[in-house]
């Protein structure tokens, strides 16, 4: 078996023009892998702390990972990082798709984005050249037809790109970065740094077959997921999609509503999977060599609100967070405000959650009619939702200050709405819940980027003595005993949110699909991962030296955070968690501020950091190998 | 593959002669795996602080692992760890031979022995029963005679015998354990605490087959090491038994000569591994199953020392001790104090550095004719060293005392002969000098049962780069990036000592040769390992998880020390350390108490634990599971 990695990072200047290739020695490779480890390993080197997140002193870097591209299941994702204008701490986002491993065949591993262009311009990636390329006469356009005209500008209908649209290019604090034209980079504000940096698109082609030290190891590996993925519990997904979860979620009391009121949608059978499935739904997509086939298409040729397929369709949090979260039923509108959201750059998650914001205020009186253009905010109004999408898309009225998320909005209009909020760091919260998911409590609140659902391994099911044998049978690979008691944030809860955090942090550095590699339901268990990592490497890795990795990884974004000021005080949950819930299975749940607290204590123990601080300390960066970023925060 | 392990401890009671079969779940064993973490779970849970670990109130366990007995090499280990009645801190000590498998065999994990007897007695194990037995005939033999008679009585010549000597019986603090007649648990003073109990023997014979989830695995990695064992850097072991190391570590400077004065002796070819080889061997011995067969057995018929082949033959740390820490080239009176140790039950690295100090005490004449009942200690008197072991093994004169230990000897006598005792927690040191493997320095000074040279892996030759890539590979798995630099201990070292004393640590709970499984030459490296432990148990472990449980059994030897009031005052190195040593390569080199203290400091904060104390802290022992001894210790 052949042994190393040779990779090619590309420096972009966009305020000089200056394109510069490194290639970085095997032991950096073998020490950051790649994405989200290998983004923050320049932003903490080359950014100082306290600078701009929309001015040109930000980086903005596009990275892969060492397996990215490999010819199996789940590789081929994108990790988009930079201080996010949401947060000003870190941003981090990824994104699925044929982007990545695109970006790989064309000769680059990551993208490093410096300064700003004083005119529209994208950069083009091939074969191994990089080229800036202008794009005023792209500026303004809605993703579909940005794509369109650059593959006539180029002539080859294989190219791929992530791209920002309008709502980027007016800085949305919302804004996404969408690959294609349906897959998104959607979190942490990632669109408006594109935006801010005049760069309307990265576009890469690439024609090189992709290299791995033990061909035969890896295609195994992927047959054994062809093999075995019909009877493991992702073929669901492939089925149903993300949104096959809304009944059971709903069953659980586990589907926020009415702005995370309650955990109960009397009308989730509405907008659930199975509905899309049996009637908007066009066909199934993927990613690039990916055997799961998740990702929707739907499509509404006629009415008052048609949905375009190329587009997409809505994924769980999408549905939820147009749907339930602002009481609406109506999947035809939830398609079209998941499409506006494609076609102009929006993340559908933080835009569905502040427009239920916006509509729990207007119940509350707190915004009316003169605030809103008129619109009725009222729950359940699903013409207004699909209007308000629009707005926000455009920054129209009153979108101009919801393109800034719920928490600035509130922080401007007062009235009482700030406590309607429901968001950490100034992210909204996806659509799983704490109260039901009590391990996510923690990790809401601890996320170095805001609150996040691919950030550790949810509890649920496995809980239950005796129940999914086979998860607590996994988890045991992570020296994880089942089952923890459920609703709890005792120290063996708390210890299994931790070490999940830490699987998903590596999963977000080798950036690898969390559907197809993970420690519990995944298709492939973190074993596996290890093998395609020795496949494609001809490393000798073990899970040991990986689980390094990931670690590193958050104790770079902790440290991130913690040069800008941003601690233990920010790792709060919004009171609206504090409060119980109403109805379904959930009635009555709240999650504990003391026991939240109690918990970040463990937490911060387990980890190595302060306590009192929740900063990192020399000791643990040490012990990572990250001695250098110690010395950054000027640690004892 | 089946899945599941399921074994037995036996508790035996000896003040009541009570015997009961405990059958753990298999959670239990999943999480402690044997050995070392398991004797600690039972000391913990179940003993004081303070107790005399002379006096009935210590318990002693007697531990194999969930792999013992599987047919590969290294596989045949016995833990057997007390309170230790050198340190008052955690003893735990480990021997190879044939005991281990055939224990397994004999359908026992573990014993936990309490009380005292008030007579003599010995436990017959054999296929699943227990039976405590009068060994007031035993009483006084030597352990070559006990087997015997014990074989006789049992009428089965196949038993297997772990034993103590006289020296054991009149509680000598030096006293070891002796499995068979030639294998040894050596340190910390487990045959004091066995004498202490009054049971002479623990014997055990078994036949059922050997279970394992996956015969065919695990044959292919026993035939593997067979095929690769050739062209492996164990197999100069296997020529030279591990005294083929004298002469290269002497080259280095790094032969203890003249009580740690030194480490050059210019004799040192004489005493070496090939010398042996070529003079007194009379063959090559091995423990179960092991293909490296590093044991020797040295034959001297004739002279005034005869040395009888049934106790084996030197191993390097006892040649040294007896040899170059004494100044003495003579192998036979080397080989024959040996015996002396295997007859009566002494540990040889104690009980030669032991005299090396009474030697260095009487150079310096703070010890005199009067005091050694005539004897003249000169460096280099081959006789008189002979005689002083005899004279340690039956507590004569002069003996009685430095059966002792030189430690608790220099507190005594005073004069000044305190400063020249070289051992950390009364626990005299072995043959790797920390002047010279400064990696050592650290490990030797914070080891919970004072210093030992098999807790860690040794910096050498692969801090130089380009050298030893293969060490520097497989170090990788284990995410330490190499080399570093040499003769420091600057936070890249301390995190390699501190990352490979977790192997260790592991690999004395799994009971595993360190010459065969280990994270640079050994034959086997960490993955081979977790697959050894996945063939036989079915478990599909990590190296993750199998890390997480040698960083338990660190914690809980820590924190069965803290209870015992030992922390960080105790992990301290011998002033002779710090002095320059003398001649060879080494000349002028010492250990720096500053940079002691700063490597220490690093080291607990990478292990988190307490800085200032020393102390385990809660964070750390609730993420390794471990809440139930954070409240044993109290802990905020």
Not at 39 to 65: H, K, Q, T
Not at 225 to 250: C, E, M, P, R
Not at 601 to 618: C, E, L, Q
């Amino acid at each position: 078996m052949a042994y190393g990695y040779a990779g090619r990072v590309l420096h972009v200047d966009l305020t000089t023009g200056s394109l510069i290739v490194e290639t970085p020695p095997e032991t950096f490779y073998r020490t950051y892998m790649g994405g989200s480890a290998l983004a923050l390993y320049y932003l903490l080197r080359e950014m100082p702390a306290g600078i701009d997140p929309l001015g040109p002193g930000n980086i903005m870097v596009l990275a892969l990972s060492v397996i990215t591209g490999a010819p199996i299941s789940g590789q081929s994702r994108l990790t988009i990082a930079a201080k996010s204008p949401q947060s000003e701490g870190i941003g981090d986002s990824q994104s699925g798709g044929f982007f990545p491993a695109e970006m790989k065949a064309a000769g680059f591993d990551a993208i490093v984005i410096r300064g700003r262009s004083d005119h529209p311009v994208y950069l083009w990636l091939h074969d191994g050249e990089a080229e800036l390329r202008d794009a005023d006469h792209l500026w303004g356009l809605e993703t579909g037809d940005t794509l369109d005209r650059i593959k006539l500008e180029i002539g080859d209908q294989k190219i791929r790109v992530v791209q920002i649209g309008p709502a980027g290019e007016k800085l949305a604090r919302l804004a996404s970065i969408i690959s294609d034209t349906s897959h998104a980079n959607g979190r942490t504000g990632m669109g408006a740094v594109m935006g801010s940096k005049n760069l309307k698109a990265v576009v890469v082609r690439g024609t090189a077959a992709f290299q791995s030290a033990d061909k035969e190891a890896l295609s195994q590996l992927a047959r054994w997921g062809v093999k075995h993925f019909a009877d493991s519990d992702a073929a669901s997904l492939g089925k149903y999609g993300t949104a096959g979860i809304i009944n059971s979620q709903n069953g659980k009391g586990g589907l926020p509503t009415r702005n995370y009121s309650s955990g109960f949608f009397a009308q989730a059978n509405d907008i659930s999977g199975e509905t899309m499935y049996e009637t908007i739904l066009q066909k199934r997509e993927t990613c690039y060599a990916c055997v799961i086939r998740c990702k929707r298409v739907v499509s509404v040729p006629d009415g008052p609100l048609p949905v375009d397929p190329r587009y997409g369709g809505p994924e769980y949090e999408t549905t939820a967070a147009f749907g339930s979260y602002c009481g609406i039923n109506d999947l035809n509108a939830i398609a079209k405000a998941n499409e506006i959201c494609a076609r102009f750059g929006l993340d559908s998650i933080s835009t569905g959650a502040t427009i239920a914001w916006a509509m729990d205020a207007y119940e509350h009186g707190y915004l009316t009619q003169a605030d809103t253009d008129g619109l009725d905010l009222h729950f359940g109004n699903a013409a207004a939702m699909v209007q308000l999408t629009e707005k926000i898309a455009r920054r129209d009225g009153i979108g101009d200050l919801l393109a800034e998320g719920s928490a600035r909005a509130a922080e401007q209009i007062g009235r009482g709405s700030e406590a309607l909020v429901v968001a950490v760091k100034r992210q909204e919260l996806p659509a799983h819940m704490p109260q039901v998911k009590r391990s996510l409590a923690l990790i809401y609140a601890v996320n170095p980027f805001g609150a996040d659902h691919q950030s550790s391994e949810h509890d649920g099911p496995y809980e239950q003595p005796g129940a999914f044998d086979y998860y607590a049978e996994r988890l045991l690979e992570l020296d994880l005993q089942s089952p923890q008691p459920r609703y709890s944030l005792q120290p063996g809860k708390v210890r299994y949110a931790y070490y999940t955090e830490i699987v998903y942090s590596l999963l977000d550095t080798l950036n690898v699909c969390q559907f197809v590699f993970g420690p519990t339901w995944q298709l492939y268990d973190t074993a596996q991962l290890v093998e395609t990592v020795k496949a494609v490497t001809g490393w000798p890795v073990t899970l040991y030296e990986l689980m390094k990795v990931g670690e590193r990884r958050l104790n770079m974004m902790r440290a991130f955070n913690a040069r800008e000021g941003i601690g233990r005080e920010a790792d709060k949950l919004p009171p609206k968690l504090y409060q119980p819930l109403k109805g379904g299975k959930s009635d009555g749940m709240a999650v504990s501020e003391a026991e939240l607290e109690q918990a970040k204590d463990w937490y911060y123990a387990m980890a190595g950091w302060d306590v009192a601080s929740g900063r990192p300390k020399r000791g643990k960066l040490s012990e990572l190998g990250l001695d250098w970023v110690a010395d950054l925060l000027n640690l004892p």
